[in-house]
């Protein structure tokens, strides 16, 4: 079974109200990377936190990592309609001396004009 | 700089017959991954190869999967017979990865897959 969880399976807003979202995970981690998909196509990489940090920005995204909790949260504030997609949360742990990810089965996130 | 090109986009089949999905990573970039993601589903990790050889395949349904990376760039997977269950996206993934690094990986579109 996958390793990371997310919460909730769908989330609906509208344009300009913030959206979260959650992971957790089992096991002792190295990072943890979000990743973005819209309908159809591959994913792309959205933001990576290491195991010692707690907190990380980039533009409209926060992400935080709770390792005691094991779980992570991903914020977009201020959402538009193009951030329409599924979220997927990708718990990177070593094995066999690779960094091996392990994605969890997303959130999809519905942003209404 | 190019991205991870996948081909073909998409592909019916009928069960039990055979098919075959193409990756060209990003240059340079020495690790490739292949996920198999079913709707709805996150992206499940069939095998992984550091240049030409096999890092990970435990989760590669060994009697019916098959995939290789002869030179070390290109990648080739396979599906002989294939089963209804097999209806998917395949996505392929490369990274510029070394031991102890992170491990941003770059996806390509996928091919989505339809067995009927």
């Known amino acids: 079974s996958q390793q990371g969880e997310e919460d909730p399976q769908a989330l609906s807003i509208q344009e300009g109200e913030n959206a979260t979202m959650n992971c957790s995970y089992k096991t002792s981690i190295n990072n943890l990377q979000w990743y973005r998909q819209n309908s159809g196509r591959g994913l792309v990489h959205l933001i990576l936190?290491?195991?010692?940090?707690r907190e990380k920005h980039s533009g409209r995204l926060r992400v935080t990592l709770d390792t005691s909790k094991k779980s992570s949260s991903l914020l977009i504030t201020a959402s538009r309609a193009a951030d329409t997609a599924s979220y997927f949360c990708?718990?990177?742990?070593?094995?066999?001396?690779?960094?091996?990810?392990?994605f969890g089965a997303g959130t999809r996130l519905a942003v209404h004009p | 700089e190019a991205g991870v090109a996948q081909s073909p986009r998409y592909k019916i089949i009928e069960k039990r017959q055979s098919v075959a999905f193409w990756c060209n990573p990003i240059s340079g970039h020495a690790t490739l991954y292949w996920y198999q993601q079913i709707l709805g589903q996150g992206p499940k990790l069939l095998i992984q190869f550091q240049n030409n050889g096999v890092v990970d395949d435990s989760q590669l349904p060994k009697d019916r999967f098959s995939a290789e990376r002869l030179k070390g760039v290109d990648s080739t997977l396979k599906i002989q017979p294939a089963k209804l269950e097999d209806s998917a996206v395949y996505l392929c993934a490369s990274t510029n990865y070394l031991k102890g690094g992170t491990d941003t990986q770059y996806f390509g579109p996928g091919t989505r897959l339809t067995v009927l």
């Open positions: 936190i290491r195991s010692n940090e």
């Open positions: 990708a718990t990177v742990f070593i094995s066999g001396g690779y960094n091996k990810l392990i």
